[in-house]
């Protein structure tokens, strides 16, 4: 700590601030640039050890820390765990151990930083570049831009650190730390400068070079360390309003772990200082060590109690009746995503889903509509059209959006599929609309009575139609290519009942019963939309099958 004796001398206020302001804002490019750079590098990869890593609730944590430390970036963990709780892949409590263990992991960032090495601050830059410039692979890029993001961080860091060493002298800087050496006022301070850079990894930084300068001591360190875990928490929740109630759950967990954390062990400061400096390693060091095991104790004594911490935070934010007037308004396709496209596609994914639900109900419900459904029920199933409309127009723009960021093959491949998809839904909704409920209301204005066995058939045939767009469903949502094997083998069954209901059209025409001419239009024209959905359907469960596989298989 410096001494309160210490001699003041004039400062140069424009080099000073420039200098802090200039390197903070390297600062955060650099992490911006590691962070982007690094989703484009694992982030598919991470997502699918995540998907299998959650187990128990201490393994979901071990796997929350190390992707969060990878990717460096407890935010994209928290989005990546919201996605697998809409698809039921998760559930919340689960989701709760991830969450515990992505704080835990954000402690990687203070443990680097806090060795001085802003000596190799430029090699990294340099090398980091010239790999970004010389290659022609993408993933060798980003993983250039990696090293050249670390690069930008310690630059950043040396910046602020040469433009702060006059304060070590300055007897006013030396007075306003000295009233941060008030735990509370540290904690707050931490916490307002987090939520303004929105950045608790620049906080912690920043916290760091002011160690390192010794401008501030190891209580005053660790108490603004700890404000930045406030700071974060109050951005989680922030950044989770107006958002599906998962993501809502879990900012108000992210909020109460880390707010109650700090509450916790604010009368355990001196202890906690006291037990890092017999570690030693300097003031720096300390510190990081400091959050660090602030950040692994609150995990370790949290996670036993996570079935009741849950239905706190169920409690706190219930589920509430989804507002008819809001159904068509896309619920998952969350903007903030695009820079990591595949965070993005599965979002993408899930709003499909809703769309899915809609076409379905319309196809379960279109053939008792129009075999014998009044008016008002036709119309109520064209009606759905709006919604499927609605969320088609937005899930195609949603997907637009992500074909202008960098796309691996793959995550084309899969936005291609998602597109196709989509279109396919779209067309299997107009279908109903405008062809099935026309059929409809032609039965109601000619005043037809569908006989029983006319009915029993295309109850039949529409039966195959629904039981292939569900498998189909489960193809392209879930990647299931037995599903999609299963739907390109029906085309044999649902050609089969074709020339079954044909055979059955031709006997109702030499019967002598009222209306069989407009009975038979009837039935074929029913028949012949339900195959062109099959269409649909079949070319949709094709997209999940893989490419070699598709030869010799054709859409008719």
Same mark, same amino acid.
């Given at each position: 700590? *410096?001494? $309160?004796?210490?001699? !003041?001398?004039? =400062?140069?206020? &424009? #080099?000073? +601030? @420039?200098?802090?302001?200039? /390197? %903070? ?41 190390? *992707?969060? $430390?990878?990717?460096? !970036?407890?935010? =994209?963990?928290? &989005? #990546?765990? +919201? @996605?697998?709780?809409?698809? /039921? %892949? ?56 990696? +090293? ?409």
């Amino acid at each position: 700590m *410096i001494s $309160a004796q210490a001699v !003041s001398e004039p =400062i140069d206020v &424009v #080099l000073l +601030v @420039g200098g802090l302001l200039g /390197g %903070l804002a390297i600062f955060l490019l650099g992490m911006d640039r590691m962070t982007e750079s690094l989703r484009v590098v694992a982030g598919g990869r991470l997502k699918n050890v995540l998907a299998r890593l959650t187990s128990s609730r201490l393994v979901g944590m071990v796997a929350g820390a190390g *992707i969060t $430390a990878v990717i460096q !970036s407890s935010s =994209i963990t928290t &989005v #990546l765990v +919201v @996605g697998f709780i809409s698809s /039921g %892949l998760m559930s919340f409590e689960q989701s709760l151990g991830v969450i515990l263990g992505a704080n835990v992991g954000t402690t990687v960032t203070a443990q680097i930083i806090a060795f001085r090495v802003t000596t190799f601050a430029l090699y990294a830059m340099a090398g980091g570049f010239a790999v970004t410039f010389f290659s022609k692979r993408g993933d060798r890029q980003a993983k250039g831009a990696v +090293v050249l993001g670390l690069g930008l961080v310690f630059f950043g860091m040396s910046l602020m650190g040469d433009a702060m060493s006059p304060l070590r002298t300055n007897e006013r800087f030396i007075d306003v730390m000295a009233e941060l050496q008030n735990p509370f006022l540290g904690v707050a301070v931490g916490a307002a400068f987090t939520a303004l850079v929105q950045s608790s990894s620049a906080t912690t930084g920043i916290v760091i070079v002011l160690a390192q300068q010794g401008l501030i001591n190891l209580e005053t360190g660790i108490a603004l360390a700890l404000g930045a875990n406030v700071g974060t928490a109050v951005t989680a929740v922030l950044a989770s309003m107006g958002k599906p109630r998962e993501a809502m759950r879990a900012g108000a967990a992210h909020a109460m772990f880390n707010i109650g954390g700090v509450l916790i062990w604010l009368p355990f400061l001196g202890l906690l200082a006291s037990f890092v400096d017999r570690i030693g390693g300097g003031t720096a060091r300390e510190v990081a060590n400091a959050h660090t095991i602030f950040n692994v104790i609150n995990a370790f004594l949290v996670v036993g109690f996570v079935p009741a911490f849950a239905r706190l935070i169920i409690r706190l934010v219930p589920d509430r009746p989804e507002d008819e007037a809001a159904t068509v308004r896309a619920r998952y396709l969350d903007r903030d995503l695009l820079r990591t496209p595949s965070l993005a596609l599965d979002r993408a994914r899930l709003e499909m889903l809703r769309m899915v639900d809609r076409v379905r109900s319309m196809l379960e419900d279109v053939l008792p509509a129009v075999l014998e459904g009044s008016r008002w029920a036709l119309l109520a199933v064209a009606d759905r059209d709006d919604e499927v409309d609605s969320l088609h127009k937005q899930i195609i723009t949603y997907l637009g959006e992500i074909s202008q960021t960098r796309l691996s093959e793959w995550e084309t491949e899969e936005l291609l599929g998602l597109m196709e998809a989509t279109n396919d839904l779209e067309a299997i909704g107009d279908l109903i609309e405008t062809n099935l409920v026309a059929l409809g209301m032609n039965r109601i204005e000619q005043g037809l009575t569908v006989s029983p066995e006319t009915t029993r058939v295309l109850t039949e045939f529409h039966a195959k139609i629904v039981e292939a767009f569900d498998l189909a469903m489960l193809a392209i949502t879930q990647k299931n290519e037995e599903a999609a094997r299963g739907v390109v083998g029906m085309k044999r069954e649902v050609n089969s009942l074709e020339r079954a209901a044909a055979l059955h059209q031709a006997e109702r025409l030499v019967v002598d019963a009222p209306d069989r001419i407009a009975n038979y239009r009837l039935e074929v024209d029913m028949i012949a939309a339900l195959k062109r959905i099959f269409y649909f359907t079949r070319r949709m469960a094709r997209s999940a099958i893989p490419a070699a596989e598709r030869t010799g298989v054709t859409d008719d």
